[in-house]
């Protein structure tokens, strides 16, 4: 029986990918790099200073710039993410999530947040979601990102249950990726996955129920 889920955040509680992908490209394209929307999709679940790497690569400029550069960079591009989160809030929060948070509850099941992001406490407290969640793992104790599976594993002691007993939401590769290696069950939202929905809109108990008798 599933007793927990646990969630990503963005593209799955929230869409934050738009403002992560503007700032993005705002600090690249003083770097005379160009982003695709395409290529965004890669950054996806990715942390920080790894989506960094990957836009420098990218344009053929990861050789310039010194590892404390680079840190500069990200901080830049941080400040920049956070003044567009602005007026986040109820409203941003993606299609049936609240709805099947408060069914979750209900249930007694609890819920486990894995992502990679150093703001998810903060996007949850504007969305008015801070206090349902009932761990989030914090990426800065786990020593890999995704794909490594190590978020998840966090996010399962952290909410006191065994791999067997949860499953994962995710809506990117290296989310899915995070999950298959460490053998948690996982729901993809336009990814494939064990289970894969086209939208937030179908996560249901009963969706759940399908994933556990799998
Ligand atoms: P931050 P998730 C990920 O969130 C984003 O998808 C990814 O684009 C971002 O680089 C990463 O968080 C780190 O975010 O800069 O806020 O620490 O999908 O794992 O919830
Ligand atoms: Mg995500």
């Known amino acids: 029986m599933i007793k927990g889920v646990i969630f990503d955040l963005d593209g799955v509680i929230t869409d934050t990918a738009k403002f992560h992908y503007i700032a993005w490209n705002n600090l690249a394209s003083k770097m ?33 710039y010194s590892e404390e550069e680079m840190h500069e960079m990200a901080d830049i591009k941080n400040e920049e ?40 406490p903060m996007i949850l407290e504007k969305l008015g979601l801070g ?14 990102g995704k794909p490594a599976p190590d978020i998840f594993i966090e996010a ?29 069950r996982s729901i993809g939202i336009n990814v494939d996955a064990d289970l894969r929905l086209e939208s937030t809109r179908e996560l249901s108990l009963d969706i759940i129920a399908i994933l556990d008798n799998k």
């Not at 679940?45 to 310039?64: C, M």
């Open 32 to 64: 005379g790099i160009e982003l695709t929307e395409e290529f965004n999709e890669k950054l996806k679940g990715i942390p920080r200073i790894e989506s960094l790497k990957l836009i420098l690569e990218y344009g053929n400029a990861i050789h310039i």
């Open 81 to 120: 993410y956070k003044k567009l989160l602005k007026n986040l809030d109820k409203k941003d929060i993606l299609p049936g999530i609240e709805d099947f948070i408060n069914k979750l509850k209900e249930k007694n099941i609890k819920i486990g947040l894995a992502s990679a992001s150093k703001n998810a």
């Open 131 to 144: 206090k349902k969640i009932d761990y989030i793992a914090d990426p800065d104790a786990v020593k890999n």
């Open 156 to 184: 399962t002691r952290g909410i006191n249950l065994n791999i067997d007993d949860v499953i994962g939401i995710e809506d990117a590769d290296a989310g899915v990726e995070a999950m298959r290696s460490c053998n948690m």
